[in-house]
């Protein structure tokens, strides 16, 4: 079964949408977008996400863990606010799963075929 692959891929997107819509389209916040807001929420949501989805194509355990520790602080920051953007911190918990499902569904080494 290789669902974490798919669980991987798939909260990587969610990540994605739910960031432009955190951004760009964000209904609680109407002032102006600046770029500072740009720089911080891309690189403790965004980036972890592409860096899931990476570890999840080429099934590196490691990058999908490396991308939960990434993206928890902000998760979790946006976890305690009322809105949808709680939802980061589901995409933040499934890049977790789906890298102790990588581990899970690992052949034994002394069965590899070489």
Known sequence: MKYWRYLGILS???????????????P????????????RTGVFLLAPAFVAVIGSIFRKR???LVAFFWSLPLSI???MTPSIFKLFIV????????????????????????
């Open 12 to 26: 990587s997107l969610g990540t994605i949408v739910l960031w432009l819509v955190l951004n760009f389209n964000n």
């Open 91 to 114: 995409t933040s918990l499934c890049y977790l799963l789906s890298g102790i499902l990588m581990k899970c569904n690992a052949t034994p080494i002394n069965k590899r075929i070489r």
């Open 62 to 64: 490691f990058t999908m």
């Open 77 to 79: 920051y946006l976890a």
């Open 28 to 39: 609680y916040n109407s002032a102006s977008l600046s770029n500072d807001v740009l720089i």
